[in-house]
């Protein structure tokens, strides 16, 4: 099995290349090698008022990724912002307990995902979880 290799780490995160397979047999794979699905980001961590956390990942056009975050607890709730590689935001939800957004990406390039504590004073647990897929899945 092989797979595309991850990019090492940024000062806010971590950047991650969502790409093609570079074989077939994949696990993930559901039509031959040629869809790749997996989770590459997830945490369970507290995060302290006006705290922020961002992953930059490398999209091929039509890749997606699916972004999960639940509230632990009743303290502060998580904020969703992605940007495209223009720096355009194209998806923003929260504050919110429960988040739940898919993107596709509509051109190849860096696409940062940023979960932000939006709290002035509360600290809030939140699990986190990012899944992404090559186009054609």
């Known amino acids: 099995m092989e797979r595309r290799s991850f990019l090492g780490m940024i000062s806010s995160g ?4 969502v790409a093609g ?5 994949d696990s993930g794979s559901s039509d031959g090698g040629n869809c790749h699905e997996e989770t590459v980001v997830d ?6 008022a006006g705290e922020s956390i961002t992953w930059r990942f490398d ?3 039509g890749a997606e990724l699916e972004m999960k975050a639940v509230q632990s607890g009743e303290e502060a709730r998580p904020k969703l912002e992605v940007k495209d590689p223009n720096g355009n935001t194209i998806a923003e939800v929260g504050p919110s307990e429960n988040i739940r957004r898919t993107i596709t990406a509509d051109t190849s390039g860096n696409y940062y995902v940023e979960f932000v504590n ?3 004073i509360n600290s809030g647990q939140w699990d986190i979880t990012i899944e992404s897929r090559t186009a054609g899945c």
């Open 14 to 17: 971590v950047a991650l290349s």
């Open 21 to 25: 397979c570079t074989g077939s047999g």
């Open 43 to 48: 945490e369970f961590d507290t995060y302290s």
């Open 59 to 61: 999209l091929e056009e």
């Open 118 to 120: 939006e709290a002035m």
